[in-house]
């Protein structure tokens, strides 16, 4: 599944991608909350991150986060505006653009949880998908090509 895929399920449809249209086509491997300095440790690259920005503090912050989750290969990142950040600064919409990394808009009154509409995803031939449940809920999906 790819970013653009995601986009368009019907309970995500009030995302917004805001910058980085040229990554739009990343393949997602699983969605992860990163909300500590140093989440980003554990990504392994196809990633959807989802954040409130509550450790970017700084512009310079949201840079280097930036740059790390472009690094570590992440599929793309959703940030929920009017939480901790009134709004997404243009250099880092500039950024997410030179590298290629879907920067998306996420609603504050989005709720940090995959709804079920997640499990009717199909998984074309020549994948497999792995849906992890933590407590009754979809906590990550893994989508692998074989």
């Known amino acids: 599944m790819t970013i653009s895929d995601f986009l368009k399920l019907p309970n995500f449809t009030d995302l917004r991608p805001l910058a980085g249209k ?14 500590t300095p140093d989440g980003t440790n554990w990504l392994n690259g196809g990633e959807l991150v989802i954040t409130t920005a509550y450790m970017l503090h700084e512009e310079k912050d949201l840079l280097e986060f930036l740059r790390t989750l472009s690094s570590k290969k992440a599929a793309g990142v959703g940030i929920k505006e009017n939480r901790y ?8 919409r500039k950024l997410a653009d030179e590298l290629h990394l879907p920067l998306i ?16 995803v199909s998984v074309t031939s020549g994948e497999t998908a792995k849906l992890e449940v933590a407590n009754g809920a979809l906590a990550k999906i893994y989508i692998k090509r074989i």
């Open 105 to 120: 808009s996420v609603p504050e009154a989005y709720p940090f949880q995959i709804p079920e509409t997640v499990w009717e």
């Open 85 to 92: 950040l009134t709004e997404i600064p243009e250099s880092a």
């Open 22 to 35: 040229y990554g739009l086509l990343s393949e997602v491997t699983n969605v992860t909350v990163v909300d």
